[in-house]
C-alpha cells in the first residue's frame, strides 16, 4: 500500500471546508462589524440592486395583496384572499386566476402564499387548509390541517409542510404540526405561548420560515423570541435578545381579554412581530411593527429589522426600513416603495418595488 498516495487530500473535502471557511469568515465579518455599529442604518447593510415596475390600467382590478411573490422568471405573482394576478418581466398583467369558492383548489380567504422550487402554496386560514399549484398556478392538489387556528405555513427542503398554530386550545397546545408531501399529519412541536393570542385576530402577525437545512423558525406576534426547531435532533431552541424599542403587552390583558375585535385592539397596545425570513447562507431577519394607529393622538406606524444568524447571535438591531418586506430570495429582500393599499389607486407604469442585497459597508 502507498502510505504517500493515502495521504492525498480530497479534492471534494478540500471544496467543502473552503466553502465552510468562505461562510464562517462572511458571517464573523458581519458580526464584528455589527458589534462595532450595533445600530446602523438600512442603507450601511443594504445595498439596491434593481426596482421592479407594473402597469396599472382600468382594466386591471387589483384586490389589496396577502402576499406578493417573484418567480425565477422575474414573473410577479400578486396573490389575493380569492384569487392570483401574474405580472410578467416587463409589468404586464398576463393572468388572472380566480379561486373563490369552496371546492377543490378554491378559496374562502387566503391567509399566505409561498413560493417553492416546483409550486405555490396556499393556506386558506377559513377553510383550513392547503393548497397546492404549480408555477403556472394551476391545482394540483390539497390538504385540510389542524383545527387549531392557523395562518401562516412554511415548506421544507424535504418537501414537508408545517403549520404555525395560534389557538390555545389548553395549556399544551402544540406550535407547530408537521405534515408530509400528501397532507398526512406526521409530528408536532413545541407549546402555543400566551402571546400568540393577539396574533389570531390580525391578518399580518407571526412568522415561520425554513432555512433548507432541515430548521425550522417562528415566532409569534406579541413576543420577541425566535424558537428554532431542528428537525434532524427533534429539539427546539430559543433566541432571546429582546430589542430595545420592544413594548410587551400585559399578561394579565392577555390572560383576560377573549373577543376577536378587542384582541385585535389589544395587539396595538404593544410592539408587533410581523415577519421572520431566511436570507443566504445563514441570516434571520425578524420584522417589528411599532406605533398604534387607534391611538389618540394617532401613532405612526414604524418598521424595524433584527439581524440574527441562524446560531441565534444576534448580527444587528433597530435597522428602520420604511415599509415592510414583500418578499425575500437567496440573500435579498424586496420592499415596496408604498404601502400596496396605495399601489392600487395608481395608474400607469408604475414603480412598485425595490430589490436589496445584503452587505457589510466598508
Request: hydrophobic share 35%; proline share 4%; with cysteine.
Amino acid at each position: 500500500m502507498n502510505i504517500i498516495e493515502n495521504l492525498r487530500p480530497n479534492p471534494l473535502c478540500i471544496a467543502f471546508f473552503l466553502a465552510l471557511f468562505l461562510v464562517t469568515s462572511n458571517n464573523n465579518a458581519f458580526s464584528q462589524y455589527a458589534k462595532q455599529n450595533p445600530s446602523k442604518a438600512f442603507k450601511d447593510l443594504f445595498v439596491k440592486n434593481k426596482e421592479i415596475f407594473i402597469s396599472i390600467d382600468e382594466n386591471t382590478l387589483l384586490d389589496r395583496p396577502v402576499s406578493i411573490l417573484q418567480t425565477k422568471n422575474d414573473q410577479l405573482i400578486w396573490g389575493e384572499k380569492e384569487g392570483i394576478k401574474v405580472f410578467d418581466q416587463s409589468g404586464a398583467l398576463i393572468k388572472k386566476v380566480e379561486l373563490s369558492g369552496r371546492g377543490p383548489g378554491e378559496l374562502i380567504r387566503a391567509s399566505q402564499y409561498n413560493l417553492t422550487e416546483s409550486n405555490i402554496t396556499i393556506l386558506d386560514a377559513s377553510q383550513l387548509k392547503v393548497i397546492v399549484l404549480n408555477n403556472d398556478c394551476e391545482f394540483q392538489h390539497e390538504f385540510l390541517v389542524a383545527k387549531n387556528r392557523t395562518k401562516l405555513h412554511a415548506k421544507s427542503s424535504k418537501g414537508n409542510y408545517y403549520t404555525l398554530n395560534e389557538l390555545m386550545l389548553n395549556s399544551e397546545t402544540p406550535a407547530l404540526s408537521k405534515y408530509d408531501s400528501t397532507g398526512t399529519k406526521i409530528a408536532e412541536w413545541g407549546i402555543v405561548p400566551l402571546t400568540a393570542k393577539t396574533q389570531r385576530a390580525n391578518q399580518n402577525g407571526g412568522g415561520i420560515t425554513s432555512d433548507g437545512r432541515g430548521n425550522i423558525y417562528y415566532s409569534y406576534q406579541g413576543d420577541f423570541r425566535i424558537w428554532k426547531l431542528n428537525t434532524s435532533e427533534n429539539s427546539i431552541s430559543i433566541f432571546k435578545n429582546k430589542p430595545s424599542y420592544f413594548k410587551p403587552i400585559s399578561q394579565k390583558e392577555l390572560q383576560t381579554t377573549q373577543r376577536a375585535r378587542k384582541l385585535f385592539y389589544l395587539g396595538y397596545k404593544g410592539t408587533r412581530l410581523t415577519g421572520l425570513f431566511f436570507l443566504k447562507p445563514n441570516i434571520i431577519l425578524q420584522q417589528f411593527e411599532t406605533g398604534n394607529p387607534f391611538n389618540k393622538p394617532k401613532e405612526e406606524l414604524t418598521y424595524y429589522l433584527e439581524i440574527w444568524n441562524t446560531s441565534g447571535e444576534k448580527l444587528a438591531s433597530k435597522i428602520e426600513i420604511p415599509y415592510p418586506i414583500a418578499w425575500v430570495d437567496q440573500n435579498s429582500i424586496t420592499l415596496p416603495t408604498m404601502y400596496p393599499s396605495k399601489i392600487l389607486q395608481q395608474k400607469g407604469e408604475i414603480k412598485a418595488f425595490k430589490t436589496f442585497t445584503i452587505q457589510i459597508s466598508k
